[in-house]
């Protein structure tokens, strides 16, 4: 797509319902949504002023989301919708085909292929490590400790009332928290409202919003790996891959009791009309420090296996991480399988969970961070990068 004279790659995402730039194409308008982050984060974005596009022969103005952290540039349901773009599932893959002849006619937006565990693997590794609905518990994490920042007050952000079809929408998940005692009721001082995000599929997922938390709350170093440099690491040499996510990842990790006050929210019953205050006993999306939390933790469980179990050369394999996602790089088969069986047997009997659909076990090509990797090869993926960003 040529925009304001200049070409730009756009990622295709249905999710997003707005279309956005992650560069400062033109001046910025006064028009500014919120937006929710991968993290569950929640904050303001601008909307540039309307800019030239032109594309497929057709040109028009359109004004794009500004999100300097988004990853990819996003071509969202509002261009989507406005081109009268048709969404057409096939074997494989699917599609995505414009009515207008002078509009480009097809090309592909994302490889569908389901997970597919080999064998030997499924009858090697402990069959609880595959993810269930209900999120796993790091059995060597301990409690974390989150510190105010020195003359920090108490926040109370009042919640402003929440439809009753979101109430409803989100009331499943409230209650399976509370059955799983990830959540628990409680009296606090501090409280920040909840917003109920409707999915694409209709249902509804719970996002907090945690800014004024965050403000209060110290900052932690982040060490986590950047995720652009990280797979320089990935040697020519290597030719089978593994790639594995861990899910609910964050909730893997306890929040010390002291802790735990911070991140209170109101909810009200939507069966009984009932208000009380709930918090999160495990680590919370959102929160500023969670992605390091939980990555330096599962670094360290990674380090130890990595030192005392693996028995493979060094020099024939590599060990990546970022967050909650694993990358294994071999020479061999053989012991890319071995790897891959061991570390699934490490992260079930330490109480994490991997997520099945998302599994890429022993493969020659695989999708990590938005790339698509083969032996010497490194390049950006028709999967779309999961770093997206939706709207409420």
């Known amino acids: 797509m040529e925009v304001d004279g200049e070409p730009l790659e756009f990622r295709v995402d ?40 032109k594309f497929g022969g057709k040109e028009f103005d359109h004004q794009f989301l500004y999100m300097p952290n988004s990853p990819e540039s996003l071509f969202g349901r509002d261009l989507l919708s406005m081109l009268q773009a048709r969404i057409i599932f096939e074997k494989g893959r699917v599609r995505l085909e414009f009515p207008e002849e002078n509009i480009a006619k097809l090309f592909v937006i994302k490889e569908v292929e389901a997970a597919e565990i080999p064998q030997e693997i499924e009858q090697a590794v402990v069959p609880w490590v595959w993810e269930t609905g209900v999120p796993g518990k790091s059995k060597a994490a301990q409690p974390a400790v989150i ?40 009296e606090s001082e501090f409280n920040t409202p909840i917003f109920p995000v409707r999915k694409p599929n209709g249902k509804y997922r719970l996002v907090q919003d945690l800014r004024a938390i965050n403000n209060i709350t110290k900052d932690i170093h982040p060490v986590v790996a950047n995720p652009y440099t990280l797979l320089t690491a990935v040697s020519e040499k290597f030719k089978w891959f593994t790639v ?94 071995r790897l891959t069986t061991g570390l699934l047997n490490m992260l079930g009997q330490a109480g994490y969970r991997v997520s099945k659909e998302k ?28 770093a997206i960003w939706g709207h409420w």
């Not at 956005?20 to 909307?47: C, H, M, W, Y």
């Not at 003359?151 to 409230?174: D, F, H, T």
């Open 14 to 53: 249905t999710g997003a319902s707005h279309s956005a730039v992650n560069t400062k194409l033109g001046p910025l308008s006064d028009s500014t949504i919120q937006v929710v982050g991968v993290t569950g984060q929640v904050e303001e974005r601008t909307f540039l002023r309307p800019l030239d596009i």
């Open 359 to 386: 599994a890429q076990l022993v493969r020659t090509q695989v999708i990590y961070l938005g790339c698509e990797i083969s032996q010497g090869v490194r390049k950006l993926g028709v999967n779309r990068i999961q």
């Open 244 to 337: 594995i996510d861990l899910k609910d990842a964050f909730f893997c990790i306890p929040l010390a009791l002291e802790s735990r006050k911070y991140f209170a929210f109101e909810w009200e019953s939507p069966d009984t009309g009932r208000k009380k205050q709930l918090t999160w006993t495990r680590l919370p999306q959102g929160f500023k420090n969670s992605p390091t939390i939980f990555g330096n933790q599962l670094a360290r469980e990674l380090e130890e296996w990595k030192t005392t179990q693996v028995k493979e050369p060094p020099f024939s394999f590599a060990l990546l991480q970022y967050v909650d996602d694993i990358f294994i790089a071999s020479t061999e088969k053989d012991v890319c399988l």
């Open 147 to 186: 510190e105010l920042k020195e003359g920090a007050s108490p926040v109370r952000v009042r919640q402003y009332p929440l439809k009753l079809e979101a109430r409803i929408g989100i009331a499943p998940m409230i209650e399976q928290f509370l059955s799983l005692g990830i959540l628990q009721e409680c």
